[in-house]
């Protein structure tokens, strides 16, 4: 997700406090659980930036082969 859909979201909570996170995602056209992530993330760090290296980690054999093709490929 971009930075400006996150933007977008917290916006629109801070023009409408009382909105539910139901309206949010309606009036934007987005799920409930994405407009529920981004306020809870925000809410936590107070920014919409998604910081880089907190996803799934890979998985020491997935790491082997993916630098095995790379090298295979160069």
């Not at 997700?1 to 909105?19: G, L, S």
């Not at 925000?42 to 996803?55: E, P, Q």
Request: positive net charge; hydrophobic residues 30%; charged residues 25%.
């Amino acid at each position: 997700m971009k930075v400006e859909e996150r933007e977008k979201i917290v916006h629109k909570k801070q023009e409408n406090p009382t909105w539910s996170q139901t309206k949010i995602a309606k009036s934007l056209g987005m799920s409930k659980s994405t407009v529920g992530y981004v306020l809870k993330h925000f809410n936590g760090t107070l920014t919409v930036n998604h910081s880089r290296g907190n996803g799934r980690k890979m998985v020491q054999w997935i790491k082997k082969i993916t630098q095995k093709i790379i090298r295979s490929i160069t």
